[in-house]
């Protein structure tokens, strides 16, 4: 609801900030800046007050644009915990194969728990679970059941944030419930764990194959500075 409400608010930015300088590719609106945004520290331009778009919502637009068939053809899409700047769009180019899905939000079409997702097997060319898996109870059972809908050749989008210092391993510990606590260990209140180098591994040890694209860090700078990017690897899982 939150989501929705804010839309009212950055309207009135939008209109307010529009200029050269930065271009979102989400929503193609051009403006002189982009918002600050950010839990425990504000980063500069992160926001775009057009569609609420963040950097890596950003670039991974650009990925799927750039890198894959998915605004090409029409595919079947299942995206988890949806986000705003991206629903419009992707419905407009899948339709009623796109399909949103999550645990509480009002936005999504289908309420469902991760762990026991309720489609059938190899339906989605294309799964969206981005900035999920941190707050899961089981995220190896969540992998497994993104598996077990994921076509043959099909592509899992699983982005998780990394909190420096990375460390090797992932962790989490059930016991851990304090907010405060929490953040400390996992980098934000409502984690359950930080993630560490072995993510991909992890992905890798359900079954399914893990391309590390190094795509943010390939491009120009000047489009990184256009876009007002924060390059990171992306993960994407195939069947």
């Not at 949806?82 to 796109?98: A, V």
């Amino acid at each position: 609801m939150l989501q929705r409400l804010s839309n009212v608010a950055t309207a009135v930015l939008a209109v307010y900030l529009k200029g050269e300088g930065l271009v979102c590719p989400v929503c193609n609106g051009h403006y002189r800046r982009f918002l600050p945004y950010g839990r425990l520290r504000s980063r500069k331009n992160a926001l775009c007050p057009g569609c609420q778009s963040l950097e890596r919502h950003r670039l991974i637009w650009l990925y799927l644009q750039e890198k894959t068939d998915f605004f090409t053809k029409s595919n079947d899409v299942l995206h988890i915990a949806p986000e705003n700047c991206f629903m419009d769009s992707f419905r407009s180019r899948h339709g009623n194969r796109y399909v949103t899905a999550d645990i509480e939000s009002p936005l999504a079409d289908v309420k469902m728990d991760i762990h026991k997702m309720p489609f059938g097997d190899q339906q989605f060319d294309f799964v969206l679970c981005n900035h999920v898996l941190e707050h899961v109870d089981d995220d190896l059972i969540a992998l497994r059941e993104i598996k077990r809908v994921l076509k043959p050749g099909g592509k899992a989008i699983l982005q998780v944030p990394f909190f420096k210092p990375v460390p090797d391993k992932t962790f989490s510990d059930a016991a851990v419930t304090d907010p405060r606590e929490r953040e400390k260990l996992f980098g934000q209140s409502d984690h359950i764990r930080r993630y560490g180098l072995d993510y991909a591994e992890r992905i890798r040890s359900v079954g399914l194959n893990v391309m590390e694209e190094p795509f943010g860090f390939k491009l120009a700078t000047e489009a990184v500075e256009r876009y007002a990017l924060v390059p990171e690897t992306i993960f994407v899982a195939t069947k």
